[in-house]
């Protein structure tokens, strides 16, 4: 059993064959898949989907891409959607001063409160961080709450480590195929109950399939390479992400298999 902890089944990539791709991923034992939303649309169509499929669960978030056009009422929306029994975390939440699609000033704003909200329910965060480690650490401490994953981990060492002693997870995606150095450091670094493994489809597609569409079965692809990085077999790495990820997000051990 593996689980694809990051995938956007929303995403109209994937619009034409959606059922095909899971029922391949479930016999490629790809058995459970996370879903986040990134914005509140996109939050509706994750749950609907996760409805529609017994191993798939969303979460709930507005991303930092999409903070600019948020509504003013998004946390109202987010709270009526976390009564969804399918939805297990708050995210994809975040701050991404790399590509800055929104404003920072709305970026921190929004992640602030969405920080405030995981909080007061409880629920772990789905955490996205690019180019923005200094004012990420700051959000984290401000907001005093650090139960969650920073999905798509390809940050530094050294913030790895600030990262792991505040009690987060780290997920990662098809980049650990690509042969960079430091990022491979930090697969190495980064403790058995910590790890996750994540395609985030339709991007970050590993080798041998870079550049084409990310399917939920090539999670597997991941797992392996980052077997070989830990000197560990396969099925190991599959039962510590699997273990990581029923743990750090509870709700994923509700529905029967
Ligand atoms: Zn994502």
């Keep these: 059993m593996l689980i694809d902890s990051h995938i956007h089944l929303d995403s109209s990539v994937y619009s034409q064959d959606l059922d095909m791709l899971i029922l391949h991923a479930e016999d490629a034992g790809i058995n459970r ?45 987010l709270n009526d959607l976390l009564s969804e029994e399918v939805v297990v975390a708050i995210g994809e939440i975040g701050l991404d001063f790399n590509k800055n699609y929104s404003e920072v000033e709305s ?3 929004i992640f602030n409160a969405q920080i405030k909200l995981a909080k007061d ?3 772990p965060m789905i955490i996205h961080n690019r180019d923005s480690d200094e004012e990420m650490e700051n959000c984290l401490k401000a ?17 790895a480590e600030t990262l792991l002693s505040m009690g987060f997870y ?25 790890l996750l493994v994540e395609t985030d ?15 939920p ?22 039962q510590i992400t699997t273990e990581n990820c029923l743990r750090l997000f509870e709700g994923m051990n509700d529905k029967s298999d």
């Design 201 to 215: 489809g339709p991007y970050m597609t590993p080798v041998p399939y870079r550049g084409k569409r990310n399917i």
């Design 33 to 77: 898949l996370l879903t986040p939303g990134t914005s509140i649309d996109s939050s509706k169509n994750c749950i609907k989907i996760a409805n529609d499929h017994k191993n798939v669960y969303a979460a709930v978030g507005v991303h930092p891409h999409d903070a600019d056009s948020a509504q003013d009422d998004y946390l109202d929306s």
């Design 217 to 238: 079965a090539y999670v597997e692809l991941i797992a392996k390479r980052i077997a070989e990085l830990r000197e560990t077999s396969y099925e190991t790495v599959a």
């Design 143 to 159: 907001g005093d709450y650090f139960n969650g994953v920073i999905h798509c981990y390809t940050g530094s060492v050294e913030f």
């Design 107 to 109: 970026q921190l704003s």
């Design 170 to 194: 780290l997920g990662f995606t098809g980049i650990a195929t690509f042969g960079k150095k430091e990022l491979e450091s930090v697969i190495r670094m980064v403790p058995d109950d910590r």
């Design 121 to 123: 329910k409880n629920l």
